[in-house]
Every structure is written in structure tokens, then in C-alpha cells.
């Protein structure tokens, strides 16, 4: 492999044509493309860490005029008054980490104003152990879409595209060495990719098997 050292775009902008769709997401993609058609006007979308409900949700915020977006952990009494002026609120990252009595007020506004909702979670809401009766019967409204971890196929698809972008052809033995050494999601495998440019930047080596091992097991 020739000496070559290069920078791959990794400030997460979240495009819609970086969405790698696969069978994994395509049910929860197809929604949110379908924005408004939908069976309900509030979704919870699940999944684990780096399967894509942020990048999903930055592409639906995108198709609407007035929204928010805002990270659970920022909610406040303020968003109550805000969902007057928005047609639909987007709540990243949510863990149980909104008080109760706050998360159903921000639902039964929602429902006066016949607001769309998107909640994103690990497990599903209706999983969520809520102690407020209130709250578990609205919880009951949601519509729920799973997001699987990328099979093998796709994160050969992500390391290929990523390399080849850069003219850079990786052989099936190295991709395939990644694949299996890598925990499987997409924020690993794009923080690994990331891992290797800087290496490659601030070593002046270019990416090869033995660059890439020393990565994984750093």
C-alpha cells in the first residue's frame, strides 16, 4: 500500500445521505420519511447506543419548519410553554432522566395541541418502570419502532465507503478483521475510523493492517 495519509469528515453533521439504510433500520427510516403520514402522532423510536436514532431524528427535524429538538437531560418546566409554537418536540437520549410529573405535562400538552412527539430510548418507554399512573397510560399512546445493530454487510459497506472515499482499497482480510474486532455499532465504527486518521496524521504512517491493529487495541 503506497504512503498515503488522509482526513476523513468525521464532525457529525448528520446528512441524510450518511444514513446507511439496511434491514436493521429501514422500518424506523421509512417512517420518518413518511413524516406526517403516520399511525400516530407520537413515536418512540429504540435502540442501543450508535444505532442511529440521533442521526434518524436530525433528518426529521430537517423535514419540519417548527421543531425542537433538545436532550432529555435539558428538559425543563420551559418546554411547556414552547410546545405552543412548535408542531413537534424531539427528546434525545432519554434514560428516565425527566421528572414524571413534567414528562406526562409535556404529553397532555401534546395532546391539546395535537403535537407529534418523538421520544428516543434504549428500551422501549413502555418498558420504563413510571411510577405516576398518568404517566403509564399516556406512555400507552406511543407508536414503537425497534432499531437493530448493523449487521456484518453494512459495516462492510460503512469501512469500504469510508476508505475508498480516500482511494483507498482495503482487502476483505483487513475489513473483515475490523468487523470482528470492533463492538458493533455505528458510533464505535465511526469513532474507530476516526482513531485511525489521527494516528495515520500524527505518525505520518499510512493505514495499514499493522496501523489498524495498534488502534483496536489501544
Keep these: 500500500m503506497s504512503q498515503l495519509i488522509f482526513k476523513f469528515p468525521f464532525k457529525t453533521q448528520y446528512f441524510k445521505q450518511d444514513f446507511y439504510v439496511s434491514k436493521n433500520n429501514f422500518s424506523a427510516y421509512k417512517l420518518i420519511e413518511g413524516w406526517p403520514s403516520w399511525p400516530g402522532k407520537w413515536l418512540n423510536i429504540f435502540g442501543s447506543i450508535g444505532s442511529g436514532k440521533t442521526h434518524l431524528s436530525k433528518i426529521l427535524e430537517k423535514k419540519i419548519n417548527?421543531?425542537?429538538l433538545i436532550k432529555a437531560e435539558t428538559v425543563d418546566n420551559k418546554i411547556i410553554e414552547q410546545l405552543n409554537e412548535i408542531e413537534c418536540l424531539i427528546i434525545d437520549n432519554y434514560q428516565n432522566n425527566i421528572d414524571e410529573k413534567l414528562f406526562y405535562s409535556i404529553l397532555n400538552q401534546s395532546k391539546q395541541l395535537d403535537n407529534y412527539i418523538v421520544v428516543?430510548?434504549?428500551?422501549?418507554?413502555?418498558?420504563?418502570?413510571?411510577?405516576?399512573q398518568d404517566l403509564r397510560s399516556r406512555i400507552n399512546s406511543f407508536v414503537y419502532i425497534g432499531i437493530e445493530l448493523p449487521t456484518d454487510d453494512?459495516?462492510?459497506v460503512i469501512i469500504s465507503k469510508a476508505f475508498s472515499d480516500k482511494q483507498i482499497n482495503l482487502s476483505p482480510k483487513i475489513s473483515n478483521y475490523i468487523i470482528k474486532n470492533i463492538e458493533r455499532?455505528?458510533?464505535?465504527?465511526?469513532k474507530f475510523l476516526k482513531d485511525v486518521d489521527e494516528l495515520s496524521l500524527s505518525t505520518g504512517k499510512s493505514i495499514n493492517i499493522n496501523l489498524i491493529k495498534k488502534v483496536i487495541n489501544k
Excluded: A, R
Design 66 to 68: 417548527k421543531v425542537k
Design 120 to 132: 428516543n430510548s434504549i428500551p422501549p418507554l413502555k418498558e420504563s418502570n413510571f411510577n405516576l
Design 154 to 156: 453494512l459495516l462492510q
Design 185 to 190: 455499532s455505528y458510533e464505535k465504527m465511526f
